[in-house]
């Protein structure tokens, strides 16, 4: 949404919204408790990926080990890389790449799922963990409001290795507490967010019929106002 807005106001341009579903037969929440100890925190972890933050959450991360030890268990995927090779050595586990269908039991083993973004457009992985019940961390990034709401259905924390390590520590503190943000969160997606067809149908029909961006329609106005038929 917040591109779509970028690309309308500032480059008169046209522009749908790609709007991102899940896969509700691989993302939906678990009916089983999780084991209280260790907690189980997920982190989205591409080191070579510069919107994904990977050195502000690996201090983050780093604070956190320090502060639960044995008492947490922090898994991270999303990419093949070595945690010795960062600084992270017994801090976090790094399973690399994950088939697909596999993220969803994965998401619905964990407490908590951590993920930053700071680029103008959210993550899927924020969606997918909220369907399968994990409480969602992230940064807080005015252009992502629209989906991440503070308090509703995740908790955002302000880019800081401090601030994040203390949002998490939160969020791993206050897990029973938090079971109404969890249960909105999955509602949310699995009734506004779980229909990929819908959401292919809107862009389609806006490729084969687009409407006239604003420059266009101006175009088109300065034309009749030149040949007097305005």
Not at 106 to 134: D, I
């Amino acid at each position: 949404q917040s591109l779509k807005k970028i690309y309308e106001r500032d480059y008169e341009g046209c522009a749908v919204v790609l709007k991102p579903n899940i896969d509700k037969t691989i993302f939906f929440p678990s009916g089983e408790e999780r084991p209280m100890h260790p907690k189980r925190l997920f982190y989205y972890a591409r080191p070579g990926t510069p919107r994904n933050g990977f050195e502000l959450a690996a201090a983050a991360l780093r604070r956190l080990k320090l502060q639960y030890g044995d008492g947490i268990d922090i898994v991270c995927a999303g990419a093949g890389w070595n945690p010795a090779e960062y600084g992270l050595h017994n801090i976090v586990r790094s399973i690399g790449m994950l088939p697909y269908a596999a993220t969803g039991d994965l998401y619905r083993s964990c407490h908590a799922g951590f993920v930053m973004m700071m680029t103008k457009h959210p993550s899927y992985l924020p969606f997918e963990l909220m369907a399968c019940g994990a409480t969602v961390v992230t940064n807080f990034n005015q252009a992502n409001t629209w989906l991440l709401k503070d308090g509703e259905n995740c908790l955002l924390s302000p880019p800081t290795a401090t601030c994040l390590a203390a949002t998490l520590s939160y969020a791993l503190d206050h897990y029973e507490e938090l079971a109404p943000l969890r249960q909105r969160a999955s509602e949310q997606i699995l009734t506004e967010a779980s229909d990929w067809d819908s959401s292919f149908s809107e862009v389609a029909t806006f490729m084969f019929k687009p409407p006239m961006s604003a420059r266009q329609k101006k175009s088109v106005f300065n034309t009749l106002l030149a040949t007097g038929r305005s």
